[in-house]
């Protein structure tokens, strides 16, 4: 049943949504074979992971022009997954491997600078998530066979990634 749902469903046009457009060329082959699609929260960015010389490496670039993106960092600690960007693109989360082990990192674009999110207990990263104002990364863990859910305040490490214009209100303080 849920199959034929599926299948149902994939082959109409979804009314809300406006026809959809390939990403823009990386520049580095036209057969990019690409994953993990994340979009910073304007729109503006695209950061997807992409196989080049053997190894997973993030790929970001505007949407706009295709233009490529410099992510100095993350050349040596490789391959990458799951990458999440905030809202304009200043911080881009992911998991890399070093090593034998994998990390979640986290590169300040703006700054220029990698921060390793240290976890502890020997637990490895899976998946992530950042929300899109850069205080909170949601990470998926695995420790000893078991998997969970954690969420990591990033308040007193990253400043806030807001909208242009967007004044910062109190954390606390009610939605308007």
């Known amino acids: 049943m849920v ?4 299948l149902l469903i994939s082959g109409c046009a979804v009314p809300w949504a406006r026809r959809s457009r390939p990403a823009p060329p990386a520049g580095w082959s036209s057969n990019l074979s690409r994953q993990d699609p994340a979009l910073s ?3 503006r ?25 410099p992510l100095r960092h993350l050349s040596r600690w490789q391959p990458h997954s799951s990458p999440s960007l905030s809202w304009r693109g200043r911080y881009l989360a992911l998991i890399v491997q070093r090593g034998g082990r994998r990390l979640a990192v986290i590169e300040d674009r703006q700054t220029n600078r990698l921060l390793p999110l240290p976890l502890p207990g020997g637990r ?6 950042l929300a899109a104002d850069g205080q909170r990364l949601a990470l998926q863990l695995v420790a000893a066979g078991r998997w969970r859910v954690e969420v990591f305040e990033l308040g007193g490490v990253l400043e806030v990634d807001l909208p242009g214009g967007q004044l910062l209100r109190n954390p606390g303080a009610p939605l308007p």
């Open 41 to 43: 929260g304007d729109g």
């Open 45 to 69: 960015l695209l950061a997807s992971v992409v196989e080049r010389d053997g190894r997973s490496t993030v790929l970001l670039q505007e949407r706009a022009g295709g233009r490529v993106l």
């Open 3 to 6: 199959v034929a749902c599926a």
């Open 124 to 129: 490895e990263p899976v998946r992530l998530s």
